[in-house]
């Protein structure tokens, strides 16, 4: 199967600061990948849909500017968390869209997601 | 009415028993569709792709049925291991968002 990667793993951080996740198809290329966001005992809820080389598309509710999307290249996605609240405290997942041909259909891939505890 | 919905949970099963899991979906146009396993604390990883003439891998079983838009996964001789909460994902156009189901929480029983 695929691979994907996310780092880091588990992020704690003070009021106000900003952290960056990083996700990573480390088996194939990715135009497409996707951002969750986890609470506990809660479904996936999709935040933004990221494209490589264009802007993300942000889901309703998310706000573009707390929540920045980068997809520079074909294998990395950021997601960053600018002025993080104790709010923002969950557990952030990335998926990567693998493309494959013939009959077999798209599939998304999650890296092992993020844990960010804000104090 | 949500866009995919799931059997509320949790089942609770004894080892062994079959269980089988359904999902419905509103939109008649989805094209894909998916079920994902999450353990408790970590990424959903996918189970199994689900295609119209339906398929099975070893003791798990997929069906589609577009007519009444529905998705099946049918858990055949459970084990321990089995226990985790199952997800269907829908995609519904060429973007290939997954819509997502809340999950039935599966807890295989000794």
């Known amino acids: 199967g695929a691979v994907v990667s996310q780092h880091p793993s588990w992020v704690i951080c003070k009021s106000g600061t900003s952290v960056k996740i990083e996700c990573r198809s480390l088996d194939f290329q990715a135009t497409t990948m996707f951002w969750y966001r986890q609470f506990p005992k809660q479904s996936l809820m999709l935040m933004a849909t990221s494209n490589e080389g264009s802007k993300a598309t942000y889901e309703q509710g998310v706000e573009k500017d707390k929540f920045l999307i980068n997809h520079a290249s074909l294998t990395l996605s950021t997601l960053t968390v600018t002025s993080a609240h104790p709010e923002d405290s969950s557990f952030y997942i990335c998926?990567?869209?693998?493309?494959?041909?013939?009959?077999?259909?798209?599939?998304?891939?999650f890296g092992p997601g993020t844990r960010l505890t804000v104090l | 009415r949500k866009e995919v919905e799931q059997d509320p949970g949790p089942f609770n099963v004894p080892e062994g028993a079959t269980v089988a899991f359904n999902c419905t979906y509103s939109n008649s146009a989805s094209q894909s569709f998916f079920w994902y396993r999450q353990d408790c604390r970590k990424e959903p990883k996918l189970l199994m792709s689900?295609?119209?003439?339906?398929n099975e891998d070893g003791r798990f079983t997929a069906q589609l049925n577009r007519a009444s838009q529905y998705i099946s996964l049918l858990i055949r001789d459970s084990k321990l291991s089995d226990s985790a909460t199952y997800l269907c994902a829908v995609s519904p156009d060429s973007n290939y968002q997954l819509i997502w189901g809340a999950g039935t929480k599966l807890i295989i029983k000794p």
């Open positions: 689900v295609y119209s003439s339906g």
């Open positions: 998926s990567a869209r693998r493309v494959t041909s013939g009959y077999l259909t798209d599939t998304q891939y």
